[in-house]
Nanobody, 124 residues
Framework: MFSCRRLGGGLVRAGGSLRLSCAVSGFTFDDYAIGWFRQAPGKEREGVSCIEYSDGRKYYSDSVKGRFTIFSDYAKNTVSLQMNSLEPEDTAFYYC?????????????????WGKGTQVTVSS
């Protein structure tokens, strides 16, 4: 149902950019909220961003607001996270997740399906 891929290298210098894409199959965006989460070693999982039901409401955590952008591409069946002005504090394992409309509570609750994720490392 999910696969997560990274466009560009997983290692980037501070100030650089990366795009993560979550490819989905077996369901339509209209029925799900798609979120991006991350977890750094020794830290709790953090909800980074979410897009609700096909370009509805978008949520960004305070730590990434103004730097990250979430968007969906119907033609490619993907939800992507464009990450700009990356900071060493953004280093983490990133993964996407889907919340069925019946489960979803804005902004970050009800996610039932999880992708495998990818490592992002930002050097100073």
């Amino acid at each position: 149902m999910f696969s997560c891929r990274r466009l560009g290298g997983g290692l980037v210098r501070a100030g650089g950019s990366l795009r993560l894409s979550c490819a989905v199959s077996g369901f339509t965006f209209d029925d799900y909220a798609i979120g991006w989460f991350r977890q750094a070693p020794g830290k709790e999982r953090e909800g980074v961003s979410c897009i609700e039901y096909s370009d509805g409401r978008k949520y960004y955590s305070d730590s990434v607001k103004g730097r990250f952008t979430i968007f969906s591409d119907y033609a490619k069946n993907t939800v992507s996270l464009q990450m700009n002005s990356l900071e060493p504090e953004d280093t983490a394992f990133y993964y996407c997740a889907a919340a069925p409309k019946s489960n979803f509570v804005y902004p970050l609750y009800g996610f039932a399906y999880w992708g495998k994720g990818t490592q992002v490392t930002v050097s100073s």
